[in-house]
């Protein structure tokens, strides 16, 4: 199974900061890793899919890069409503895996 | 607009069974692979097993092997998940969620909770 180790844990920040998680894989995942935004009570969100693509209506603001078993997640300019945990998941390979999450409170 | 609405869920004691369904609308279900994700309560999420656009490609977590069976009937556009043998560790919140690509989910019900517990 792919494990995907996710840092930090919790990132305390302010509106209008940058924010850049990370996401690492146990074994190569190729591109085919996915990041979640998940408020309390919600479904998760789909942010990026493909490691870079942006889903449809998700602002700009979110960019993914990477490839292989390091990728980040960053948020350019923290808003408000921003502030969530934060998962990724590899679909490259049984059993698909999430990473343990990373949230992103105000600091 | 895409909709994806679960059911099913409920309190059910160890060794019992129940099945979830999730109604979709929207999208054409039979061309569409299809996960269900679960959450137990206050921790991270899980994938439990997946369905591809051809019903024989069907795949799952270890721990659900043998006792979780997914299936979909297209002519009513319902996803299911049949749950035997349940177990105390089975108790999360359960998501249906639709592939966009290389199993990444765009689109995710509002999740069906089911207890386990004597």
């Known amino acids: 199974e792919v494990v995907l180790t996710q840092s930090p844990a919790t990132l305390p920040l302010s509106p209008g900061e940058r924010a850049t998680l990370s996401c690492r894989a146990s074994q190569s995942v190729s591109r085919h890793l996915a990041w979640y935004q998940q408020k309390p009570g919600q479904a998760p969100r789909l942010l990026i899919y493909?490691?870079?693509k942006r889903a449809t209506g998700i602002p700009a603001r979110f960019s993914g890069s990477g490839s292989g078993t390091d990728f980040t997640l960053t948020i350019s300019s923290l808003e408000a409503e921003d502030f969530a945990v934060y998962y990724c998941q590899q679909g490259s390979s049984w059993p698909l895996s999430f990473g343990g999450g990373t949230k992103v409170e105000i600091k | 607009e895409v909709q994806l609405l679960e059911s099913g869920g409920g309190l059910v004691q160890p060794g019992g069974s129940l099945r979830l369904s999730c109604v979709v609308s929207g999208f054409t279900f039979s061309r569409n692979a299809m996960s269900w994700v679960r959450q137990p309560p206050g921790k991270g999420l899980e994938w439990v097993s997946g369905i591809g656009n051809s019903d024989a490609d069907t795949y799952y977590r270890d721990s659900v092997k043998g006792r979780f069976t997914i299936s979909r009937d297209s002519s009513k556009n319902t996803l299911y998940l049949q749950m035997n043998s349940l177990r105390a560790e089975d108790t999360a919140i359960y998501y249906c969620a639709k592939d966009i690509l290389w199993w990444a989910f765009d689109f995710w019900g509002q999740g069906s909770l089911v207890s386990v517990s004597s």
């Open positions: 493909d490691a870079s």
